[in-house]
């Protein structure tokens, strides 16, 4: 039959194009938002290759934007979001938790159009969240930095604030305090996930101050900490997030990873079965594939491996809980001295 429609189509002297816009135009068109760059190595390049597994796996029209800002500042979000929306996609998906207020503002704006957020925490009648539980594998990898610092100085360095975020820092201050009571740790958020200068700083300062093992959250900025490490003769190790950082450098003893791409194929994949529900928030945690996880170097011990092994079955068992919330100073590496909290916000008005 396809082969006789086709033969006529030629035979009129026409092309078979229009068939095939026809066909595209039946399919679902799906958009992901991308707030910083989709090849920074770190969380936002997880969202790219969520976009890839749309494109590789469903039948879907698929397309991202990225790049919009360093800082994740709402209003350029927002207005990002709003443009794409007014294109008439099916679904959008923003990618990270500083995307929830632009998502509840532009999913009431277009009410026909699905929405949802990674790591996200909003809900809304055509909105629902996908979130991937980081903090699992942060708790972890707080517990692998106080198993195995010897100075019994951790750092954390991060560049943003949204809230999933904070609240992998707050498991890994757990996690690191649930092996390790006495550690002092040294936490900043610098303000900008991508710039490798000042996040280098960061990491030099809390070496100054004692850290030989630093957890970092962040993206192209990661760069700038991995040089610092590096320049410190093996004498500081480093714990990455998102990916497997352990088979990228030898600084990195362990990396705590959270993969949002396949929230991201999950998000779509419903969509094209009909399964994607509004008002819901959907999450994948410890235990359940190689989603979220702790990986280690080859040169972490036996006897660490089995305590964090234990310590995993505890957490997908519901014998530990998390906390996901950290109410201590923050160490301000321009001054060397510990501040509140409240001290960045006058950095988020700067940034």
Known sequence: MYKFGSTLLIAAGL?????AQAMAADKADI?????????????????????????????????????ISATSDPVLLTDAMRKLAAEGPDM????????????????????????VVIQGHVQGPNLSSYVVRQEDSAWLAGALAGLTTES????????????????????????????????????????????TGINGEAAAAEIANGADV?????????QGVIDEIKSHDGKVR????????????????GSAVADASVAILNAARDYTTGEWQPNQIQEIGLGKGDVVKLTL??????????KLDELAAKIVSGEITISTSYDGQEFNPASGEFVDQSFKETLKTKS
């Open 238 to 253: 480093h714990i990455g997030n998102v990916s497997d950082w352990t088979q990228v450098d030898s600084t990195f003893v």
């Open 152 to 195: 019994d100085v951790v750092g954390h360095i991060s560049g943003a604030w949204p809230k999933p975020g904070l609240m992998g820092r707050a498991a890994f201050y757990d996690g690191l305090k649930h092996v390790n009571p006495d550690a002092k740790f040294l936490t900043w958020f610098t303000g900008d996930l991508d710039n």
């Open 31 to 67: 958009a992901v938002l991308i707030p910083g760059k989709h090849n920074d190595n770190g969380f936002m390049q997880a969202a790219y290759r969520g976009y890839e597994k749309i494109k590789a796996e469903l039948d879907v029209n698929a397309s991202y934007v990225s790049n």
């Open 15 to 19: 092309t078979l194009a229009p068939l």
């Open 214 to 222: 630093i957890y970092t959250m962040l993206n192209a900025g990661r």
């Open 92 to 115: 959008i998906i923003a990618h990270g938790g500083q995307c929830n207020g632009p998502a509840q503002i532009v999913s009431q704006e277009f009410p026909d159009i699905k929405f």
């Open 297 to 306: 170097a080859e040169d972490v011990s036996p006897e660490v491996k089995q």
